[in-house]
């Protein structure tokens, strides 16, 4: 298997291809140029490929060392290898310091060279995976990635987009199980700290005396169990983006130092003297009124306004209606695979029934939903009977005539099948609540086709 290509740009001939010929054994592929502009054309063409270049820093066209920024713009993964019949020690510090891998003196042992070589494909492989893997969660976190095409969503996105780019705090209102922490990703997958950690932090899932020194850490001493110095998640997120979801579950006291750090990126841990600072962009997101809160004094008004400098609607998705086909579509391929199902699509009455119902719990809700039904769904399409019993009583749009109709029989119907909905199915609490026996309302049932 190649060990990888590298580019060797010499005017010397015949050294150039004795060097080729050493590193050809080795398993590499070498390209070879015998000037500067010749080089940097192979070097654009071949940008995926080459791992390592190899320039001699005296060319008939150029000086190695201004030519080293043109080899890193023209391949940014790649790392460059300069060498010379004459190194000096100032040439030498720096081309390390723009960023050359290492400097060579001509005519030293091949051994070290191959040593050198393979150390620097090393880096650029590294380097490519790395690319590679960023790739893959900015795609997986885009705003390109988010499902349905409805004006709500539509909405939120535009705005979202349009504060991305900044290092504004950023507050996402919404319900639970929105996708609210989606959007805090591909804010930060769009921003220009997309390299740096993202560190999401749900408020309510740490007991409140916990939570300050969780996310501010803590200095050694500074409480009972506390043996060691400990980083808090702020310090973790650091050049990068913390989302801080539920935020309106925090204490007043942690809003006050959190006030400071939007203020000054400053904050004093527990048991310390002396500040530290940091380098943090703020994504807060919550499911609360945040501004009536702070105007019935749960939450510091000071904190509010700073947090709320833009605020982004995440739309529920009984407010996206007409992405549910699509988000239905997409959850249900991925559950099929994860089961190794052959699952290819849902029945048309499922759909309808999916669109009908009213989603509480938004798309993490109707996520578990499609989970629980490809689970026990054996055919090819999913089923009424696959979903959850709630989802069988669910009331058919009326028509005109059953809009207007006022009489008993009909009444009687629509309420038979509001308590159906409302109890899930359970046909003994239904004929409970309808003051009516098991038997007549199972009668009743197959009477009015329910």
């Known amino acids: 298997m190649p060990a990888g290509t590298l580019l060797l740009i010499d005017d010397e001939t015949s050294l150039r291809q004795l060097l080729a010929r050493v590193l050809e054994l080795e398993g590499y592929t070498v390209l070879q140029a015998p000037d500067a502009r010749r080089g940097l054309e192979?070097?654009?063409?071949?940008?995926e490929e080459v791992l390592v270049v190899l320039s001699d820093v005296k060319l008939p066209d150029g000086y190695g060392l201004d030519l080293l920024p043109r080899y890193q713009q023209a391949?940014?993964?790649?790392?460059v290898i300069l060498m010379t019949a004459y190194g000096t020690i100032p040439d030498g510090v720096r081309a390390m310091k723009e960023g050359a891998f290492d400097y060579l003196t001509k005519g030293d042992s091949d051994d070290q060279l191959l040593v050198v070589v393979e150390r620097a494909a090393d880096k650029a492989r590294l380097q490519r995976r790395v690319a590679d893997l960023e790739k893959k969660v900015g795609a997986q976190y885009s705003f390109e990635s988010m499902i349905g095409q409805s004006a709500a969503l539509t909405q939120a996105k535009k705005l979202a987009q349009r504060v991305a780019p900044t290092d504004s705090t950023v507050l996402l209102e919404g319900p639970t199980g929105a996708g609210k922490e989606l959007f805090a990703q591909a804010i930060h997958q769009a921003s220009?700290?997309?390299s740096k950690p993202f560190v999401a932090v749900n408020c309510s899932a740490f007991p409140k005396d916990l939570l300050e020194s969780e996310l501010f850490g803590y200095r050694k001493g500074a409480f009972?169990?506390?043996l060691a110095d400990k980083k808090g998640l702020l310090e973790e997120a650091t050049g990068g983006t913390l989302f801080l979801d539920e935020i309106g579950e925090l204490e007043l006291n942690v809003q006050a130092k959190f006030l400071r750090v939007l203020e000054t990126q400053q904050f004093t841990k527990l048991g310390d003297t002396?500040?530290?600072s940091v380098n943090v962009r703020l994504v807060a997101a919550t499911n609360r009124n945040l501004k009536q809160e702070a105007a019935e004094g749960h939450f510091r008004p000071d904190l509010y306004y700073r947090l709320s400098v833009f605020t982004v609607l995440?739309?529920?998705l009984n407010e996206r209606r007409d992405d549910i086909a699509a988000l239905a579509d997409y959850f249900l391929q991925y559950f099929a695979a994860r089961l190794r199902k052959r699952l290819r699509g849902l029945e048309p009455e499922v759909l309808q029934q999916l669109q009908r119902y009213d989603w509480r719990g938004n798309v993490r809700e109707l996520k578990n939903v499609l989970e629980r039904a490809a689970i026990l769904a054996d055919g090819d399409l999913l089923t009424v009977d696959d979903l959850p019993t709630e989802f069988h009583y669910l009331p058919t749009p009326l028509t005109t005539d059953e809009a207007s109709d006022r009489t008993l029989r009909t009444l009687e119907k629509r309420q038979i099948r509001q308590v159906l909905q409302e109890t899930g199915g359970n046909k003994m609490e239904a004929a409970r609540q309808l003051g009516i026996g098991t038997k007549t309302l199972y009668r009743k049932i197959q009477e009015y086709g329910l």
Do not use: I
Request: zero cysteines.
């Open 314 to 316: 995440v739309p529920g």
């Open 75 to 79: 391949s940014p993964l790649a790392e």
């Open 42 to 47: 192979q070097l654009r063409q071949h940008a």
């Open 274 to 276: 002396k500040p530290t």
């Open 224 to 226: 009972t169990g506390a």
């Open 192 to 194: 220009q700290r997309r």
